[in-house]
């Protein structure tokens, strides 16, 4: 039963990472051309501003600059670090090198969340980066040097900021919409002088653009990323790392199925590898030994084999 729980959190949190693949399509076909920076910050921004006018809970004390750490790193660096790879690297070989996050978290959730690593979670990092080579790259390119940094530095933003949000929680009190608000406003933030520096603003808004926007506001953020932040409480952090190679997945066959793009076996194959892959990295069910003839009743429980407090000629408790 607690195996069948965890696999249906990792199947919610896995919208998530779905809902972000869709944000290619939205982008390249509702937003104005050539402004990712101003797709990202417009994504991150106004969204977290709507949680904490809805919410009106702010970060106080220690959580003020927490809130600001977990938002750059799971939002405003990523995301940032994220578009300077897709534009310097070709084709799919951006994702190809992010997927090595799995492996990150690996790592850093061994150090300090004291997480075990097996045999099994290793196996799954390989087969997950095997996996999107075979989904998204179109053969042999010349790397760039920034964009490959780009890349593992995005890569590197996320794993460490999902380690972060396992380690540090939430602080009491605090429900799961303002702490998304939180991150939001952070990234936002983080983002907001690079896109009046570099991008600029449109000339023009259309109507689509205005779709396109109030989706990734809604969608790609809001709703999104409380059901990421919700799982990253729920299912170890190494599960969750896993469940981001779907937004790959996703993009592909939303490009097949909208934009006439190619679906080849091999990207097939890599579909079914990230799959398994991600329910290898999935938490397993521990059985538990069924007591034997000679045992106490109750041997089989934990608790029950717990020793009691003793108490004292005076009523305490040692």
């Known amino acids: 039963m607690k195996s069948g729980r965890h696999l249906l959190t990792a199947g919610v949190t896995a919208l998530a990472p779905a809902i972000w693949g869709s944000t290619y399509l939205a982008t390249t076909e509702w937003l104005p051309p050539d402004r990712p920076l101003l797709a990202a910050t417009v994504r991150a921004l106004p969204s977290g501003l709507i949680l904490l006018a809805f919410t009106r809970t702010l970060p106080t004390w220690?959580?003020?600059?927490?809130?600001l750490v977990l938002g750059t790193l799971n939002i405003g660096a990523f995301l940032f670090l994220m578009f300077v790879a897709a534009y310097r690297l070709p084709g799919g070989v951006a994702a190809m090198i992010m997927s090595v996050q799995p492996m990150f978290v690996l790592i850093l959730a061994a150090l300090f969340l004291g997480d075990r690593i097996r045999f099994t979670h290793v196996v799954a990092c390989v087969l997950g980066a095997g996996g999107v080579a075979l989904l998204v790259f179109k053969g042999t390119v010349a790397l760039d040097s920034v964009g490959v940094a780009a890349a593992l530095g995005g890569a590197a933003c996320m794993a460490t900021g999902i380690t972060l949000t396992k380690r540090w929680g939430r602080p009491d009190g605090v429900?799961?919409?303002?702490?998304?608000?939180?991150?939001?406003?952070?990234?936002?933030?983080?983002?907001?002088?690079?896109?009046?520096?570099?991008?600029?603003?449109?000339?023009?808004?259309?109507?689509?653009?205005?779709?396109?926007?109030?989706?990734?506001?809604?969608?790609?953020?809001?709703?999104?990323?409380?059901?990421?932040?919700r799982g990253i409480e729920r299912l170890p952090a190494l599960a969750v790392s896993f469940l981001v190679l779907g937004s790959p997945i996703v993009a592909t066959l939303l490009g097949y199925l909208f934009l006439?793009?190619?679906?080849?076996?091999?990207?097939?194959?890599?579909?079914?590898?990230?799959i398994v892959a991600a329910l290898l990295a999935q938490p397993q069910q521990v059985k538990t030994p069924e007591p034997g003839p000679h045992d106490p009743p109750g041997s089989d429980d934990p608790v029950a084999l717990e020793p009691k407090p003793s108490v004292d000629m005076e009523g305490k408790r040692s």
């Open 260 to 274: 006439r793009e190619a679906l080849s076996v091999p990207q097939l194959v890599g579909i079914l590898v990230i």
């Open 175 to 229: 429900g799961l919409l303002p702490f998304t608000g939180w991150q939001l406003v952070a990234g936002g933030l983080v983002l907001l002088p690079f896109t009046v520096s570099i991008e600029g603003l449109p000339a023009t808004i259309t109507g689509t653009n205005i779709f396109g926007f109030a989706y990734l506001i809604s969608l790609g953020a809001v709703i999104s990323y409380a059901i990421w932040f």
């Open 62 to 67: 220690i959580w003020l600059w927490r809130a």
